[in-house]
Antibody, heavy 119, light 108 residues
Framework: QVQLVQSGAEVKKPGASVKVSCKASGYTFTSYYMHWVRQAPGQGLEWMGIINPSGGSTSYAQKFQGRVTMTRDTSTSTVYMELSSLRSEDTAVYYC????????????WGQGTMVTVSS | SSELTQDPAVSVALGQTVRITCQGDSLRSYYASWYQQKPGQAPVLVIYGKNNRPSGIPDRFSGSSSGNTASLTITGAQAEDEADYYCNSRDSSGNPRVFGTGTKVTVL
């Protein structure tokens, strides 16, 4: 079945970087854009950016420009989200979500990865 | 930055109808999609496009749009519909996507 499986929880110190992976299965990886969304504890959903797994092109939310990098590995059907210069406010659950162009919506979500930033 | 505004919380009696709204300038040009999120779980798509439900979503969920406002209606709310609901749309001010502020639905 179609699924997105994310990497496990991370604990990082302020100023460090974190790289979260999202492995896709059950569909043609390069045919669907992938988005990253985060949710701080007790807060709402926040859109971070998008990657086209086919060509690797990306677009990031203005808030994260310069700190986030999204990449993909087509050989393993995996997308990655790296966030640098971490601060306590980056403590959140990070989700990857698939977005078929014909739906213009996020139809499949990963299970989420908790990233805790603490000294 | 562009925003999508939702009421923070609404309540509905079991079996009654509740409408959740999402307001924003980008909704004049783009449809909203709607997501249900229960505690400790990833969001689930419930409505997309003009008024489309993914497979497995009950037909008590419906969507509509007028001007700068998109709406999600639950007709005959069930106890399992108690959750947070978020709208999402394209953004007209620089970011490709934006989420609404979220609405907590309580079923009484």
């Amino acid at each position: 079945q179609v699924q997105l499986v994310q990497s496990g929880a991370e604990v990082k110190k302020p100023g460090a970087s974190v790289k979260v992976s999202c492995k896709a299965s059950g569909y043609t990886f390069t045919s669907y854009y992938m988005h990253w969304v985060r949710q701080a504890p007790g807060q709402g959903l926040e859109w971070m950016g998008i990657i086209n797994p086919s060509g690797g092109s990306t677009s990031y939310a203005q808030k994260f420009q310069g700190r986030v990098t999204m990449t993909r590995d087509t050989s393993t059907s995996t997308v990655y989200m790296e966030l640098s210069s971490l601060r306590s406010e980056d403590t959140a659950v990070y989700y990857c979500a698939r977005a078929p162009q014909h739906l213009d919506a996020f139809d499949i979500w990963g299970q989420g990865t908790m990233v805790t930033v603490s000294s | 930055s562009s925003e999508l505004t939702q009421d923070p919380a609404v309540s509905v009696a079991l079996g009654q109808t509740v409408r959740i709204t999402c307001q924003g300038d980008s909704l004049r040009s783009y449809y909203a999609s709607w997501y249900q999120q229960k505690p400790g779980q990833a969001p689930v798509l419930v409505i997309y496009g003009k008024n489309n439900r993914p497979s497995g979503i009950p037909d008590r969920f419906s969507g509509s749009s007028s001007g700068n406002t998109a709406s999600l209606t639950i007709t005959g709310a069930q106890a399992e519909d108690e959750a947070d609901y978020y709208c999402n749309s394209r953004d007209s001010s620089g970011n490709p996507r934006v989420f609404g502020t979220g609405t907590k639905v309580t079923v009484l």
